[in-house]
């Protein structure tokens, strides 16, 4: 069976810390695809990043990292000094490759951002 | 990027009508669109897979005959809500692949809130 975990409901930093939120995937299938996706408040999902899971090496994009794990089927993403603007709601997600790329998201994990 | 929008953006209807959801790609065709619905502070859950000029596939659970879904050319699906009911008060939320660019990155419009009275 498929399954994408966010074992972290809410996370609540100060402004300027790094804060990590962790992904745990399970799927049989050799290629796959992961993402994570920001739903700020108002509602409309921004992607972040795609990586197939022939690819782990890690990505840094801007204050934005992510560690790609497969021994411990992990796709974690790191913050580097946080802000308020990152205050949203984020979601890792499972795509299959086999027939239409179906995606199966985490429960996603609340980031508060505190001034 | 690939833009997908939604309209309306939120539709508050009364019990027993019917409402209709559009989610148009705006520059990118799109052979397969998506339809998820959250619920406050849930996770987004698939409801059916859209593919242009032909039937939609459905998630187990989802009932065809409620959801009715319609994706009539390449960049535009929507979604009816058949004789709505207070338990179908939820996010709507569309997506869309851009082939062009990946087939398996979903592109994600703004989605629908809609309240049932």
């Known amino acids: 069976a498929q399954k994408v975990t966010q074992a972290q409901t809410e996370i609540s930093v100060v402004e300027k810390e790094d804060v990590t939120l962790d992904c745990v995937y399970e799927t049989r299938d050799t290629t796959y695809y992961l993402f994570w996706y920001k739903q700020p408040p108002s509602g409309e999902l921004v992607f972040l990043i795609r990586?197939?899971?022939?690819?782990?090496q890690n990505e840094i994009s801007g204050r934005y990292s992510w560690n790609f794990q497969k021994s411990t089927s992990s796709f974690n993403f790191t913050i580097t000094a946080s802000q308020v603007v990152d205050s949203a709601v984020y979601f890792c997600a499972l795509s299959l490759t086999s027939g239409t790329y179906k995606y199966i998201f985490g429960t996603g994990t609340r980031l508060k951002v505190l001034a | 990027g690939a833009v997908v929008s939604q309209h309306p953006s939120w539709v508050i209807c009364k019990s027993g009508t019917s409402v209709k959801i559009e989610c148009r790609s705006l520059d990118f065709q799109a052979t397969t669109m998506f339809w998820y619905r959250q619920f406050p502070k849930q996770s987004l859950m698939l409801m059916a897979t859209s593919n242009e000029g032909s039937k939609a596939t459905y998630e187990q659970g989802v009932e065809k005959d409620k959801f009715l879904i319609n994706h009539a050319s390449l960049t535009l699906s929507t979604l009816t809500v058949t004789s709505a009911h207070p338990e179908d008060s939820s996010f709507y939320i569309c997506?869309?692949?851009?082939?062009?660019?990946?087939?398996?990155?979903?592109?994600f419009g703004p989605g629908t809130r809609l309240t049932v009275l």
């Open positions: 990586r197939n899971s022939f690819d782990e």
């Open positions: 997506s869309a692949e851009d082939p062009t660019v990946a087939s398996d990155t979903q592109y």
